[in-house]
């Protein structure tokens, strides 16, 4: 039995297959739309979500499966004291598969040791969140057509944004990955990822304004200032509209670079770069659902 916990847990030749699974997908739905039949997906989630768990049901809806789940610790037997651990012994005579997010770093990979279905991590706290990436990089190799070569920009909470490491450390397994970090001092990117970079020879750069690399960017990746993560609201305050990206900062951008983010967006791109081409957050959401497909069926061995 196979789980995901981690971008890693896939090799590269493995995820070729998981994008090509995708990318079939999209081209051909009702292909797969009766290959879940009889089976069931629990979505279990500690911590709010819109579209990683809304995307989870539909994946598995597309497949003809079905889906049950909680969206709310407060809703769950959690409010009464019960441990992962246990939930996901229980959760396993119900389901098949199970995707789980958690504010608590680690929480669904002790789910992941007592289960008996495969155990999906959908977001555990600053640390991980795996999915996010497979759509990530599913959304770059359809529309750029490979995932090697590019310098990259993430910009914004680099420090508490899951999506951000679980990224960076699935990008430095291809050819050519440059970095550049944007975000201000107190919201850099974790000291052990830079460390990483550096003991790999993986070049990258740490910039405080936008300005000061957008002509070099092919991707950038933008992201929220997570009101959540912080200890102090004085701090979010003061941040959270750090960066705002409007059409005046892409004047200076590369014609074909591509804006990501995992959504939701709060202040950090105004509505007005939505419908320039390289803005490319609304099809990522899209991509997400193709690769929870591929993912459900690979992690529950059905072949079509
Ligand atoms: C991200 C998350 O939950 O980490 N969103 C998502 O899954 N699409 C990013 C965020 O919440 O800012």
Known sequence: MRHLMNPLDFSVEELDKLFDLANNIEA???KYAHACEGKKLAT?????STRTRLSFEAAMLNLGGQVL????????SASKGESVSDTIRIISCYA?????????EGAPMV??????????????GGHQHPTQTLTDLLTIRSLKGRLGGFTVGLCGDLKFGR??????????????????????????VPDYITDMLTERGIIYREVIRLEDCMPDLDLLYMTRVQRERFFNEEDYVRLKDFYILDKAKLSDAKSDMLILHPLPRVNEISIEVDD?????????????????????????????
Do not use: W
Request: charged share 20%.
């Open 69 to 76: 789940g909680f969206s709310d610790a407060a809703s769950s």
């Open 276 to 304: 320039d081409p390289r803005a490319v957050y609304f099809k990522q959401a899209q991509y997400g659902v193709y690769v929870r497909m591929a993912l459900i069926l690979t992690l529950l061995g059905i072949d079509v």
């Open 163 to 188: 999506t951000v490491h679980s990224l960076i450390n699935a990008l430095i397994r291809y050819d050519d990955i440059h970095f550049i970090f944007i975000s201000p001092p107190e919201l850099k």
């Open 96 to 104: 098949d598969i199970c995707a789980m997010r958690h504010p608590k």
């Open 44 to 48: 279990c989630f500690y911590e709010p």
């Open 111 to 124: 789910a992941a040791e007592r289960s008996g279905i495969p155990v999906i991590n959908a977001g555990d």
């Open 28 to 30: 051909n739905p009702a």
